[in-house]
């Protein structure tokens, strides 16, 4: 293509609401355009890039076995309203109606329509296992679109799903969907690493999430150095008798001899760490308490629970939220604590609270034997309090696991990251082939639940994550794979005849060669031009300049400083070594 007649606009102005580098890098390259909050345009060369990661995507999809589909954008209510989750998707979802006044709702995810698909189709254990897939818009709601491409309302998604007749089949599929997501995301040239995963809104048993190593990425994972372990914090577990000590056995307290409950006066101490202060303590033998609700109104299923914790961890809301089965979850605001639970916040404890309040313990508190939690009373705590003093209506894993703690394998110290989730595979088992009536007759002639399985991948998301980890102070620096275009020749001066007669000839010899080429062939100083190359990315730059006399040109790598000036003959099959070692080598 020739740069003059490109739709490629670049910019030196720093976008005012980007704030991490690949947006601004997007948005000044001229790669997309926002029309609203959370939708973009894709402009020509980010079309490009999108083709290529939408082909790697294909490609390994159907090398394991996966076939493509194309299911609407737009749903009918009815089917999420036979899974639930017309009500529990919750105000992501964005709901429309039609003339008729129907309801429907841009599709978020599609294991409803896919599901219903498979209903209707398939009868009998013979046509099972199958796999499909799409490549497909989909739309969120979210509460915060931010990070241009990264949380859009709109984008673009790969969503695969298996269907099988047995658990073993479901992890066939299941290990072959992992291993065609490392070969996608290696393919593309990203820097990636797998994570145990929450399973969230979508259900299901088991999931691992692809994370693009990035400090500006939204999830925090901890890794193991020592056995490999990964996890998203929102997952991560850890061995809490290497920080708390062994288990207090239940009863034990209870029976042997033990100190009396006693009243403190605490004064101001109303935070873990001031409390500690106070007591001259280690914070973890505190009890933290924390009060939360489903956010319904008082006559409309509200319910409020208290969360205890031991002083050594954080709450991980995700945990209690999936513990409690709860669609929504968040603090009681402290003015109305005291009404609502009957405990005092800041001296809160879960001694003598309103009854009908859940207590949810941390399996942490397991570990604690006279400890200290409030008094409900401002400016008192309690101190020797035991599990037996209080009835606790649950206990879970409810830790955020931090940097520092034990890995849950082997013990050594975790690690912590931050990472861009750019795909996500479940194991669905049956929740959604039993709640829409998707079964198949074995070979027994019984009916049984279909199982499935669930494999997304943002494309859009993919794409800017590979420029948030390929970039330096000049521009993008894009893997070669999905380079909108491998090479940028550069014609240094436009007015020079012998300049511009070797560039058209070489332009002419690299689309013979099917190079993928922007000729950048505009009447614009030679500064210009390179700042533009280095600002798009293109991996290899070949400069026609004052060595065009001696029959020679400029050959540069966008992730090198090293210029080389080689012979015009030599040039084209240079280009295309480097193209073809890095794409196939890769
Ligand atoms: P997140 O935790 O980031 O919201 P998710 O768990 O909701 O992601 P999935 O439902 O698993 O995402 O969707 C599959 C893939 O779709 C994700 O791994 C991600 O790459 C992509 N994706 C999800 N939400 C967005 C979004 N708002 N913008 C761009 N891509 C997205
Ligand atoms: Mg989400």
């Not at 991948?457 to 980890?469: F, K, L, P, S």
């Not at 020079?496 to 505009?522: G, P």
Request: include cysteine; charge should be neutral.
């Amino acid at each position: 293509m020739r740069f003059s007649q490109s739709f490629i606009r670049t910019s030196k102005e720093e976008p005012a609401d980007a704030e991490i580098i690949s947006h601004k890098l997007l948005m000044r390259a001229g790669l997309v355009r926002k029309l609203a909050s959370g939708i973009y345009i894709i402009m020509p060369l980010a079309n490009l890039v999108i083709k290529k990661i939408e082909n790697i995507i294909r490609s390994e999809m159907n090398a394991a076995c996966a076939q493509e589909v194309i299911m609407p954008c737009i749903l009918p209510a009815n089917l999420w309203k036979e899974t639930g989750r017309w009500e529990v998707y919750g105000s992501e979802m964005l709901k429309i109606k039609d003339r008729a006044e129907r309801e429907y709702c841009f599709g978020p995810t599609h294991e409803e329509v896919i599901t219903d698909l498979v209903r209707h189709e398939v009868r009998s254990y013979k046509q099972l296992p199958v796999t499909l897939y799409q490549i497909q818009t989909k739309f969120r709601d979210e509460i915060r679109p931010r990070f241009g491409l990264m949380r859009a309302r709109e984008f673009t998604m790969k969503d695969a799903y298996s269907f099988d007749i047995s658990a073993e089949g479901l992890d066939i599929n299941y290990k072959k969907m992992h291993a065609a997501y490392c070969n996608i995301f290696k393919r593309c040239g990203v820097k990636y690493t797998v994570v145990d995963a929450d399973t969230g809104a979508i259900g299901g048993s088991s999931s691992h999430e692809f994370m693009v190593i990035a400090p500006s990425g939204e999830d925090a994972i901890v890794y193991c150095d020592s056995c490999r372990y990964s996890a998203n914090v929102e997952k991560a577990s850890t061995q809490i008798d290497k920080i708390l000590g062994p288990e207090i056995p239940a009863g034990s307290s209870a029976a042997a001899p033990r100190s009396k409950i006693e009243k403190i006066h605490t004064p101001n101490a109303s935070t873990i760490d001031d409390l500690a202060k106070f007591l001259k303590v280690d914070k973890k033998s505190l009890c933290k308490i924390l009060f939360f609700t489903n956010g319904r109104a008082e006559n409309d299923g509200r319910e409020d629970v208290v969360a205890l914790i031991s002083g050594a961890f954080e709450l991980n809301e995700i945990k209690l939220k999936n513990h409690l089965k709860f669609i929504n979850l968040e603090m009681i605001p402290s003015e109305e604590v005291q009404k609502r639970v009957g405990a005092y916040p800041g001296f809160g404890g879960p001694i003598g609270i309103n009854p009908n309040v859940k207590i949810i313990a941390d399996n942490s508190v397991k570990h604690l034997s006279d400890f200290v939690v409030g008094a409900n009373e401002k400016d008192y705590h309690l101190k020797n309090v035991n599990l037996s003093d209080f009835s606790v209506t649950s206990f879970a894993d409810l830790v955020m696991v931090d940097a520092g703690h034990p890995c849950p394998q082997c013990g050594a110290k975790l690690e912590k990251a931050r990472g861009i989730e750019v795909g996500h595979i479940f194991k669905l088992g049956t929740k959604y082939s039993e709640a829409l009536g998707a079964k198949y007759i074995d070979e027994a002639g019984q009916e049984n639940p279909i199982i499935m399985g669930c494999y997304g991948i943002g494309v859009g998301r993919t794409m800017q994550a590979a420029v948030e980890q390929n970039n330096d102070q000049d521009g993008i620096c894009w893997p070669m794979p999905i380079a909108p275009f491998h090479v940028i020749l550069v014609l240094l001066n436009s007015s020079d005849e012998t300049q511009k007669q070797c560039a058209e000839d070489l332009y002419k010899k690299m689309l013979a060669e099917n190079i993928e080429v922007l000729f950048d062939d505009r009447a614009e100083k030679p500064g210009f031009k390179f700042k533009d190359a280095d600002l798009l990315g293109i991996p290899i730059r070949v400069a026609v300049g004052r060595y065009a006399a001696e029959g020679k040109v400029e050959f540069k790598r966008r992730n090198s400083k090293d210029l080389k000036v080689v012979g015009v003959d030599e040039v084209v099959s240079l280009v295309k070594s480097e193209i073809s070692r890095e794409i196939n080598g890769l």
